[in-house]
């Protein structure tokens, strides 16, 4: 069997976010065809049965774990470069030499996220970049929301990665990204358009296969990973812009808000009467099965967002931005509700949640588009397909 390296900025495990599931589920429809070792970056120790699960998919897994005072000096050194930021915070010299040292035992190297291409930009070997998504375009929106040492460091940011983006798509044989709006992009700003391929986000298995296990309340709810800026900033714009008009029309409406590592500011909103954080816990799912509507107000960002899909994958209607509903092919209406202004998204969540026949039928048709364009068998195959080319 021919050999791949995935090389990757975080441990793709447990399943939370839309990066550790792309990752850990191209491992394992690569790890069909292919003999595929994992090597990734990890700031602080790996739990234990963390990696078992990982060795069920990959054939091995190489870890290089760090201190986060580590990855805060390669920041400052990177300063006095003109490269991102982030490339110098995942960037270690043990493990470039890792890499020089064994890249010639592979016949491809797949790198995710633009964290990890440093490593293997100069390499004579196929090799390919999972972007995601186009971070420079969630930076020219979120430098005008952030403040203090964020709004410098997304300054900078703002300056470095496009530039970044553009060398590493040309440099490399293939470069994915997950909706033609990103790419657009990149090809409007001088990325190869042949070299750059659409591969959207899936969603995981688990939440394809699930069976209802809970009746609806009364309540709405965000599910995201909530230490990230745009999604903290959803969760705090939706609290105090749209539930106050809601609860004008529905008193007793509840509003949870759902995910892993909330800060300061986001646990705070539990103070508010009708809001309730939970932070981590074991099965999110519960909570979008037991709401009648769930809204993603993101303001900011790339991408397609899997938080979206998962919710229309469990069958439920989605109100969400126009920023939070694109590169999805779907149709506002019909498999989702897009709402910008506070005032219009209330109107929208509340048409949902006084009709159930309505709720029922959007998320009918949501369900659909999911098995349609949204699974991994269907996405498996895409990366299959420009894997081989490339081998």
Request: contains cysteine.
């Amino acid at each position: 069997m021919k050999k791949i390296l995935i090389l990757c900025s975080r441990i793709p495990y447990p399943l939370i976010g839309g990066d550790r599931i792309r990752i850990y589920n191209t491992g394992k429809v690569l790890s069909s065809q292919y003999k595929v070792d994992l090597a990734c970056i990890s700031e602080g120790e790996v739990r234990k049965e963390y990696v078992e699960e990982l060795k069920e998919i990959f054939h091995k897994v190489i870890l290089f774990s760090y201190p986060r005072s580590k990855f805060r000096w390669n920041t400052f050194k990177g300063i006095f470069s003109n490269e991102p930021l982030q490339a110098h915070y995942y960037y270690f010299p043990e493990v470039q030499n890792w890499i020089d040292k064994n890249f010639g035992s592979y016949d491809l190297i797949f790198a995710h996220h633009i964290r990890t291409a440093k490593y293997i930009e100069h390499i004579d070997r196929p090799k390919v970049v999972d972007l995601h998504d186009a971070i420079s375009m969630n930076y020219l929106k979120a430098v005008k929301k952030v403040n203090g040492l964020w709004k410098l460091i997304y300054g900078i940011e703002n300056r470095r990665v496009l530039p970044y983006e553009i060398k590493t798509i040309n440099c490399f044989n293939r470069s994915f990204i997950v909706s033609d709006v990103d790419r657009n992009y990149f090809i409007e700003h001088g990325a190869d358009q042949e070299k750059i391929i659409t591969i959207p986000v899936a969603v995981k298995d688990e939440v394809i296969n699930r069976s209802p296990q809970v009746k609806e309340k009364n309540q709405i709810v965000f599910l995201a990973k909530m230490d990230t800026l745009a999604n903290r900033d959803a969760a705090i714009y939706f609290a105090k812009k749209v539930l106050p008009l809601l609860k004008k029309e529905n008193k007793k409406i509840s509003f949870f808000i759902v995910g892993a590592r909330p800060p300061e500011e986001v646990l705070n909103l539990g103070k508010i009467e009708g809001i309730k954080v939970t932070g981590f816990v074991k099965d999110p799912y519960e909570y979008l099965e037991a709401s009648k509507v769930v809204v993603a107000p993101i303001r900011f960002g790339a991408g397609i967002q899997n938080k979206v899909l998962e919710a229309m994958a469990l069958r439920k209607p989605v109100v969400t931005s126009s920023l939070g509903a694109q590169g999805i092919k779907g149709k506002d209406g019909e498999h989702f509700l897009v709402a910008d202004r506070a005032e219009e998204m209330t109107e929208k969540i509340l048409s949902l949640l006084e009709d159930r026949e309505k709720r029922k039928s959007m998320g009918k048709k949501a369900r659909a588009l999911i098995e349609k364009e949204y699974t991994w068998d269907t996405i498996g195959e895409k990366f299959l397909t420009e894997i081989e080319q490339i081998i």
